[in-house]
C-alpha cells in the first residue's frame, strides 16, 4: 500500500512550492509531484505596456535572481527592434552579470542549500582544533577555519543554542542520517556559512556599483547601460576589481575547499550515484569575452549525446499546460502563448498527516507552465552551461576539467 | 522640543518594561560585543547614526543603545505571500557589518521562509507555535501581495491548503504591531497592476488593524531594521505620512535631495541615454525619473552600503515606493508631466498636486531663466 507525503512549504528557495510524494511501503520513492502554488499574471499584466517598461517589470518575478530577468526583458525588446548596442555596454551588462553570478552561487550554497546537508547542532561536539587540521586537506590556505576562527564561531552558535530558542534553525531535521559529514566538517561549513553572510554583502556591492542598487538594479535601457558615468570612473571599476578580489578570494579558500570537502563526504549518496535523469541539456552564449565572443557557448544536447551537441533553434521552444492551471489547446510557443487561469483545486486524500488536500496528479496540479524543447523537457543552468560548451570544445573549460580528479565527477 | 521629551520618556518607560522580561541567554550585550570584537565606542557611534537616520534628536542615542540591549525578546513572525523574496535579499544585506548580525542575533526570528531549517510539517509547526507561545507580543512582518480574487485560490501555503488571505488574517489577530515591507505588502505592487488578475491587495486592505507600510521595490534594508528599531524602542508606531509610511524614512521627496537637483534648477538635463548630458550627470526628469513625485531616503541613505542609488546610476527613479506606482508612473521613461496622481485633482492642495505645480513651476522658470540670462549679461 501506497503512501503520500505532502512537504508544503518548501522552504529557503524564492516562490512557492510544495512537493508530493509517492513511497512503497520500503519507504522508496515510487511516484513525485512538484506544485508552484502562486499565480502573479505577469504576462497577463504586460500586454499594452510600452516595451521599454518590460525589464523592469519582469524583473519582479524574482529577487533572488535579481537582474537576471531584467537583462531578458531588456534583450528580448533588443532582440525584436534589431537594437546593437554598444560593446561597452555589453562589458558593463557582463560584469553586472558575473556579481550576480558570484552572489547567487554563495547564498544558495550556504545560506538556502546549505542547511540541507550542514549539521548545525553536530558542530557544537566538534573539536575546532582538529577541525582546523582538516580544512587544510581541501586547501594549504582556509579562510575562516582556523582554529580560533571555528572556537570562536563554536561558542557563539553554542550560546545561541542554549538559550533553546533556535529561531531559524529550530524544528529541523539535526542529527538525521542523511547529514554525511563529520561534526568537524560541519563547524567548517558553519563557520563558511556566517563569513559568507559577510561576503555576500560585497558581492551585492559589485552589482549595485554599476545596477544603483542589489536587489533589483536600475541600469539598464533599451540600447544599453545607464551607469556610463561609474563607468567612465578610475575609481569606480577599481571599487568594483578590489570587491571582487574579496569574493575570489573566499571562492578559492572556502567555496571550493567545502564542494571538494562535500563531494567526498556525499559522493556515494544514491542521489549523486544515479546519474542525472533528463539528459537533455540546453544554455545560451554569456559572459562577453570580446565582441561576439562569449565564455560559455549556446546550444542543445539532447539524450546526453555530446558529440551530438547542436545550435538552439528558438522555434522548437513550447509552453504546455497540460498539467498546469491554465487553458490552452496543446503547447504553445511564447510567441503565440496565453496565460487563461483554469484554476482546479486540491483532491482530498489520506496522507501520512492524515486526511489533507492534495495534489490532482493526473489533471491540473501546478501555476507554473512545463517548458519542452521540441518536446522534450530540458536541464538548464549550470550543469547544461558547462556541459555544452564542453560538447562545443571550448578551449579554457577542457584544459579546467583535465585538472580535476576524474573520481570528483564519477 | 516638549513633544521629544514625552517621547523620550515614553522611550524609557517601555524599556523599563521590557527590562523586566526574562533574558533570553542571561549574557549581557557588552559580553556579546567583547566576543565579536565590537568597541563600546563602536557601539555607541552605530547608536548615533542609527538615531540620525531616525530623524530623533541626540540625545535619543542612548535609548536606541538600551533597545539593541533589549531587542532578543521580540519575536518576529515574517510571512512571504504574492512575492519575489526581493525585500529578504534586501534585509539580507544589512550593511553594517557584524553589529547588524548581532542585532539580528538578538531578534527572536520565528518563521522566515527564506532562511529557516525545516520544511513543510516542521515549518508550519514553527508557524503555529510562534502564533500561539508569543499571542500579542510578536511583530509580523509581511512581504507581498494578497491575492483575493477567487476567494484567495491564487496562493496556497502550507500542507492544509490554506490561501495566503487566511493566513494573514489569522496571523495579523495575535500581531503586536504590523509591518508591510515592500511596496507588494504596503500596496499590491507588481501583480496588482491593471488588470490585477488576482485581485492582489496591500495587507492594509485585508485586516482591520494599523498596518506600517515601508514603501519600496525592495525598500533599502535601513528602512526595514530602522523600523523594527522604533518599535522595539517605543513599543509603539512611528509617525507615519498619508500612506503609512515612517515619515522618518519617506518623511522627503526624492527631489529634494538628490544630487542633480542643481542641474534641474539650472535647467541642465540629459536629452537621451548616453548623451554629453548624462556624462555630465545632468538631471533625468526628462527621461522619466519620478523623484519629484516619490517619498524615499534613497539619495541620502543610497543602497548597498551607501554604495548607490539609481539616480547616480544615470537611469531615473521609478518612484517605486508610491502606491500604484507601476500604473501611475508609467511610462518609466518618460516625464509625467501634468498627469493626475493618486486620484487627485492637479488644483486641490494636496501632496500629489503641490508637486505637480512644483515641478511645471520649476521647469518654466528654467526656461525663464535661461531666455533671458543672456540680454541681461548683454
Redesign the interface.
Known amino acids: 500500500m501506497s503512501k503520500r507525503v505532502?512537504?508544503?512549504?518548501?522552504?529557503?528557495?524564492?516562490?512557492?512550492l510544495?512537493v508530493e510524494v509517492e513511497v512503497d511501503e520500503n519507504n522508496v520513492i515510487t511516484k513525485a509531484w512538484s506544485s508552484s502554488?502562486?499565480?502573479?499574471?505577469?504576462e497577463?499584466?504586460l500586454k499594452g505596456?510600452?516595451p521599454?517598461?518590460v525589464g523592469?517589470?519582469v524583473q519582479?518575478?524574482?529577487?533572488?535572481c535579481?537582474y537576471s530577468h531584467y537583462r531578458c526583458g531588456i534583450e528580448a525588446v533588443e532582440n525584436a527592434l534589431g537594437t546593437k548596442i554598444?560593446l561597452n555596454a555589453k562589458f558593463l551588462r557582463s560584469l553586472m552579470q558575473t556579481s550576480l553570478y558570484m552572489h547567487d552561487h554563495i547564498?544558495h550554497f550556504y545560506?538556502?542549500h546549505g542547511?540541507d546537508w550542514v549539521d548545525?547542532i553536530s558542530a557544537l561536539s566538534a573539536d575546532p582544533a582538529v577541525a582546523a587540521q582538516e580544512a587544510l586537506q581541501y586547501t594549504d590556505k582556509p579562510i575562516a577555519a582556523g582554529e580560533g576562527d571555528l572556537r570562536?564561531v563554536q561558542?557563539?552558535i553554542k550560546?545561541?543554542v542554549?538559550?533553546g530558542?533556535l529561531?531559524?534553525?529550530?524544528?529541523?531535521?539535526w542529527g538525521n542520517s542523511t547529514y554525511k559529514f563529520t561534526p568537524e566538517q560541519n563547524l567548517i561549513v558553519l563557520s563558511h556559512y556566517?563569513k559568507a553572510?559577510?561576503v555576500?554583502?560585497v558581492a551585492?556591492?559589485m552589482?549595485?556599483?554599476?545596477?544603483?542598487?542589489?536587489?533589483?538594479?536600475?541600469?539598464l535601457?533599451v540600447?544599453?547601460v545607464?551607469?556610463?558615468?561609474?563607468m567612465?570612473s578610475p575609481a569606480r571599476l577599481q571599487e568594483w576589481k578590489q570587491k571582487h578580489a574579496i569574493v575570489t578570494d573566499f571562492i578559492h579558500r572556502a567555496y571550493k575547499a567545502d564542494i571538494i570537502m562535500a563531494a567526498a563526504a556525499f559522493g556515494n549518496e544514491p542521489s549523486v550515484l544515479g546519474g542525472v535523469n533528463v539528459m537533455n541539456f540546453m544554455a545560451t552564449n554569456d559572459f562577453v569575452l570580446a565582441d561576439g565572443e562569449y565564455m560559455f557557448d549556446q546550444g542543445v544536447i539532447m539524450n546526453g549525446d555530446l558529440a551530438g551537441v547542436t545550435d538552439i533553434d528558438p522555434d522548437l521552444i513550447k509552453e504546455d499546460v497540460t498539467h498546469a492551471w491554465y487553458k490552452a489547446d496543446g503547447a504553445q510557443h511564447p510567441y503565440d502563448g496565453t496565460t487563461i487561469?483554469d484554476?482546479t483545486?486540491?483532491v482530498e486524500r489520506d496522507?501520512v498527516?492524515g486526511k489533507?488536500?492534495t495534489l490532482d496528479g493526473d489533471g491540473k496540479y501546478s501555476?507554473v507552465k512545463s517548458p519542452r524543447y521540441d518536446g522534450e523537457p530540458m536541464e538548464v543552468g549550470p550543469l547544461a552551461c558547462l556541459l555544452v560548451s564542453y560538447a562545443k570544445a571550448r578551449l579554457w573549460l577542457t584544459r579546467s576539467m583535465a585538472c580535476l580528479k576524474p573520481q570528483v565527477y564519477r | 522640543m516638549d513633544t521629544h521629551a514625552a517621547l523620550y520618556r515614553q522611550g524609557q518607560a517601555r524599556l523599563d518594561m521590557l527590562r523586566q522580561l526574562n533574558s533570553?541567554?542571561g549574557?549581557s550585550l557588552t559580553s556579546?560585543m567583547k566576543?565579536?570584537d565590537i568597541s563600546r565606542r563602536d557601539f555607541i557611534k552605530w547608536s548615533a547614526s542609527v538615531t540620525a537616520m531616525l530623524a530623533l534628536p541626540l540625545p535619543f542615542s542612548t535609548l536606541v543603545a538600551q533597545a539593541a540591549e533589549l531587542a532578543d525578546r521580540v519575536p518576529l513572525i515574517w510571512l512571504?505571500m504574492?512575492?519575489?523574496?526581493?525585500?529578504?535579499?534586501?534585509l539580507?544585506?544589512?550593511?553594517t557589518?557584524n553589529l547588524d548580525?548581532l542585532i539580528f542575533?538578538h531578534i527572536?526570528?520565528?518563521y522566515?521562509?527564506?532562511?529557516?531549517?525545516?520544511?513543510?510539517?516542521?515549518?508550519e509547526?514553527?508557524l503555529e507555535?510562534a502564533m500561539e507561545a508569543y499571542k500579542g507580543q510578536y511583530l509580523l512582518a509581511v512581504e507581498g501581495a494578497v491575492?483575493t480574487a477567487?476567494n484567495g485560490?491564487?496562493?496556497?501555503?502550507?500542507?492544509?491548503?490554506h490561501t495566503g488571505l487566511e493566513i494573514i488574517k489569522h496571523a495579523a489577530e495575535g500581531a503586536a504591531a504590523i509591518i508591510s515591507v515592500g511596496t507588494c505588502a504596503a500596496f499590491g505592487?507588481?501583480?496588482a497592476?491593471?488588470?490585477?488578475?488576482?485581485g492582489?491587495k496591500g495587507v492594509h486592505e485585508v485586516v482591520d488593524k494599523t498596518v506600517i507600510n515601508l514603501g519600496g521595490?525592495?525598500p533599502?534594508e535601513k528602512n526595514i531594521v530602522g523600523t523594527l528599531m522604533y518599535f522595539i524602542m517605543f513599543g509603539k508606531l512611528p509617525a507615519l505620512d498619508m500612506f503609512n509610511r515612517p515619515k522618518w524614512a519617506y518623511g522627503a521627496r526624492v527631489h529634494d535631495n538628490c544630487e542633480r537637483r542643481g542641474r534641474f534648477d539650472a535647467g541642465e538635463f540629459v536629452e537621451e541615454?548616453?548623451d554629453q548630458g548624462?556624462?555630465d550627470?545632468y538631471c533625468l526628469y526628462k527621461l522619466g525619473c519620478k523623484g519629484p513625485y516619490t517619498y524615499n531616503n534613497c539619495p541620502t541613505e543610497?543602497?548597498?552600503?551607501h554604495?548607490?542609488?539609481?539616480?547616480?546610476?544615470?537611469?531615473g527613479c521609478?518612484g517605486c515606493s508610491e502606491p500604484n506606482f507601476?500604473d501611475d508612473m508609467?511610462?518609466?521613461?518618460k516625464p509625467l508631466g501634468r498627469q493626475l496622481l493618486h486620484g487627485f485633482d492637479a488644483t486641490a492642495d494636496t501632496v500629489g498636486a503641490v508637486i505637480l505645480g512644483a515641478t511645471a513651476v520649476g521647469i518654466g522658470a528654467h526656461a525663464v531663466t535661461s531666455i533671458f540670462a543672456k540680454p541681461l549679461e548683454d
Open positions: 505532502v512537504i508544503d512549504p518548501i522552504t529557503r528557495i524564492e516562490g512557492h510544495r502554488t502562486l499565480w502573479r499574471g505577469i497577463v499584466i505596456r510600452s521599454m517598461d523592469l517589470i519582479r518575478i524574482c529577487g533572488v535579481t554598444p547564498v545560506h538556502l542547511l548545525i570562536a561558542e557563539r550560546g545561541f542554549a538559550t530558542k529561531g531559524p534553525f529550530a524544528n529541523a531535521y556566517l553572510l559577510e555576500q554583502r551585492a556591492e552589482l549595485a556599483i554599476f545596477g544603483g542598487k542589489s536587489p533589483h538594479p536600475q541600469s535601457v540600447g544599453g545607464t551607469s556610463v558615468r561609474d567612465l487561469p484554476y483545486g486540491f496522507t498527516y489533507l488536500p501555476w | 533570553r541567554d549574557q556579546k566576543q565579536h512571504h504574492a512575492e519575489c523574496t526581493g525585500c529578504s535579499e534586501s539580507i544585506r544589512t550593511d557589518p548580525s542575533d527572536s526570528l520565528e522566515h521562509e527564506t532562511l529557516m531549517a525545516a520544511s513543510g510539517w516542521q515549518a509547526e514553527n507555535h491575492p477567487n485560490a491564487y496562493l496556497t501555503i502550507g500542507c492544509k491548503g505592487g507588481v501583480q497592476a491593471s488588470p490585477n488578475p488576482t492582489a521595490c525592495p533599502s541615454f548616453g548624462a556624462k550627470g543610497r543602497f548597498n552600503h554604495t548607490s542609488w539609481p539616480v547616480l546610476a544615470g537611469h521609478m507601476w508609467a511610462d518609466f521613461e
